[in-house]
């Protein structure tokens, strides 16, 4: 394998697109990798949104992140990353800085503490040709130099810096609810292995998370592939079958201990899970009982 070329190899380049935008701003520029890069650990004082041109890479923080063309990468101050690659990496990056004494920057700063876990890691979204033409759009005010130039590049970039908070917050925010939902599902289960003696419908499961009662299920089947109420069955079957061995409670009483309605329909889930009715479970744990 190709020795990999280090930081501040020749391979690396960067140039400075454009220089003195307007604050936050002040710089964008394209960077270069060859194939077979492998940078140092580094960081900035500023933000970094990258937006990646040419790439099959990782970008390496305190994890690794699998970067691609067409990504836009949001990297916080301060945090350690650098690039890993077998091939050419080509990007551009957009630098700005808040400042902590400014107040109007302070709603902004906000957002991107929430998509970076303040600070702790890199955020990663999929581009849009749109940000890109934004990006020659502001180079093109810059090379025309007309009459208010600047200006028209500072809105331009502003409006391409909050595109990507929207995605990325509300993408951010998708993921974060998903995860309460997921700690929910697992409130949900210690509550079904505790109360399978009770009554419990989809409608209490769904109360229970505070969740439509099909929205619960469609989200409880995506992540566990069985249904609440067949899980909460299968629980009961589980606790029925060590009942089944005591030879002096009736399958009714059993029935009515782990929280089916009747013996009939008790029947008839046990027999849909393990092919049998209760009263041949009961026998077939009596005739292994007296082999032993």
Same mark, same amino acid.
């Given at each position: 394998?190709?020795?990999? *070329? !280090?930081?501040?190899? #020749?391979?690396? /380049? ?5 220089? $003195?935008? #307007? @604050? ?31 790439? $099959? ?30 091939? $050419? =990496? ?6 700005? $800085? ?7 920057? /302070? ?30 759009? =502001?180079? @093109? ?29 509300? !993408? ?11 700690? &929910? ?11 399978? /003696? &009770? ?21 409880? *089947?995506?992540?566990? &592939? ?27 009483? =059993? ?7 009747? @013996? ?6 046990? &027999? ?6 209760? *009263?041949?479970?009961? @026998? ?5 009982? /007296?082999? *032993?």
């Amino acid at each position: 394998m190709k020795k990999r *070329k !280090s930081y501040t190899s #020749p391979d690396s /380049s960067k140039l400075l697109i454009i220089d $003195n935008l #307007p @604050e936050p701003f002040f710089c964008i520029r394209e960077n270069t990798h060859k194939p077979y890069f492998c940078g140092e650990k580094h960081s900035h004082f500023f933000y970094q949104i990258i937006f990646t041109i040419k790439a $099959n890479c990782i970008l390496e923080t305190t994890q690794e992140y699998k970067i691609n063309p067409c990504n836009v990468i949001i990297i916080p101050p301060l945090l350690p990353h650098r690039w890993i690659s077998q091939d $050419n =990496i080509n990007f551009h990056t957009f630098n700005f $800085n808040l400042h902590h004494d400014i107040e109007q920057w /302070s709603e902004l700063k906000q957002y991107l503490d929430f998509v970076t876990n303040n600070h702790q890691i890199i955020y990663i979204v999929k581009s849009e040709k749109n940000q890109l033409l934004k990006i020659n759009k =502001i180079k @093109e005010e810059y090379n025309n130099g007309l009459l208010g130039y600047k200006y028209m590049a500072y809105t331009e970039a502003f409006s391409m810096l909050f595109e990507i908070l929207r995605i990325a917050v509300a !993408s951010r925010t998708a993921t974060y609810k998903n995860h309460q939902i997921m700690n &929910k599902f697992d409130k949900a289960i210690w509550y079904l292995e505790n109360n399978y /003696s &009770k009554n419990i419908t989809l409608k209490d499961i769904g109360l229970l998370l505070n969740l439509d009662p099909k929205y619960c299920c469609y989200l409880f *089947k995506k992540k566990f &592939k069985i249904t609440p109420i067949k899980l909460l069955n299968n629980i009961r079957l589980k606790k029925a079958k060590i009942l089944l061995r005591d030879p002096n409670i009736k399958i009714k009483e =059993i029935a009515f201990m782990v929280g089916f309605n009747d @013996e009939h329909y008790f029947s008839k889930i046990c &027999k849909k899970i393990t092919n049998k009715t209760p *009263k041949k479970l009961r @026998e077939q744990f009596f005739i292994q009982y /007296s082999l *032993k």
